[in-house]
């Protein structure tokens, strides 16, 4: 059956919604809106710890709603766009002063594979 030119598919239009139902949709869009704040600060604290399996993904959702799912309007055309090389390195703490100043002192020519990396 083809479609006529002109004429709508759904000639009655959306069901009109009942009061309950308005109530209702108002009731939720509040509820979202006052634990906003809430469930950016959880995002953003799953997106600090390292050790959080949704660490990636808090991340992304961050950047997604900051500056949208396409972001290459972010670049200019001046950037250089060779592969991002990221170097992982332990996090200092206060107990480990010596293996810390052993890591750094590495380059990034040292074979850093045999070093044993604590979890």
């Known amino acids: 059956m083809a479609f006529k030119k002109g004429v709508s598919g759904n000639p009655a239009g959306r069901p009109k919604q009942t009061q309950q139902q ?6 939720f869009k ?3 809106k006052s634990s ?9 604290a799953i997106s600090q710890d390292r050790y959080n399996k949704d660490r990636f993904n808090a ?6 709603k900051a500056y949208g799912a396409n972001t290459a309007f972010l670049l ?5 766009t060779s592969p991002i090389v990221i170097e992982v390195v332990p996090r200092r703490t206060e107990d480990d002063d ?3 100043d052993e890591v750094m002192k590495a380059s990034p020519d040292d074979d ?8």
């Open 98 to 100: 010596d293996e810390w």
């Open 59 to 64: 991340c992304k959702f961050i950047i997604e």
């Open 112 to 119: 850093l594979e045999d070093y044993e990396w604590e979890e």
């Open 76 to 80: 200019d055309g001046t950037e250089d």
């Open 22 to 27: 308005k109530d209702e949709r108002e009731h």
């Open 36 to 44: 906003t704040a809430s469930a950016l600060e959880s995002i953003i």
């Open 30 to 32: 509040r509820l979202l």
